[in-house]
Nanobody
Framework: QVQLVESGGGLVQPGGSLRLSCTAS????????IGWFRQAPGKEREGVSCISRGGGFLLFVDAGRFTVSRDDAKNTVYLQMTSLKTENTALYSC?????????????????WGQGTQVTVSS
């Protein structure tokens, strides 16, 4: 059974940083590209980033403040977020697609985690 579990969310002040983790089980992570998505209350889900099987990554939003990395030995992908803003408040989820390429299209992903809440507030 495939599972993606996100962690690392929480309450942070504006300007702060968080590192989210997405740990996979039931699949071999190095055959998947991993996307990060977020959904704020009352808003549509949007793509945040994607890291491909080869380790290259794309940022769909917040370029310059977010980075993505992966440790296939740990079956884990990380989303490092810095200089957080109140508008970054959302439920952040990771998703897996068995492809060497990244995509921002959520319906292309096969597996999803439950998400971790990020709240940016003073």
């Amino acid at each position: 059974q495939v599972q993606l579990v996100e962690s690392g969310g929480g309450l942070v002040q504006p300007g702060g940083s968080l590192r989210l983790s997405c740990t996979a089980s039931g699949l071999t992570l190095d055959t998947y590209s991993i996307g990060w998505f977020r959904q704020a209350p009352g808003k549509e889900r949007e793509g945040v980033s994607c890291i491909s099987r080869g380790g290259g990554f794309l940022l769909f939003v917040d370029a310059g403040r977010f980075t993505v990395s992966r440790d296939d030995a740990k079956n884990t992908v990380y989303l490092q977020m810095t200089s957080l803003k109140t508008e970054n408040t959302a439920l952040y989820s990771c998703a897996a697609i068995k492809s060497r390429l990244c995509t921002y299209k959520a319906n292309s992903y096969s597996y999803w985690g439950q998400g971790t809440q990020v709240t940016v507030s003073s």
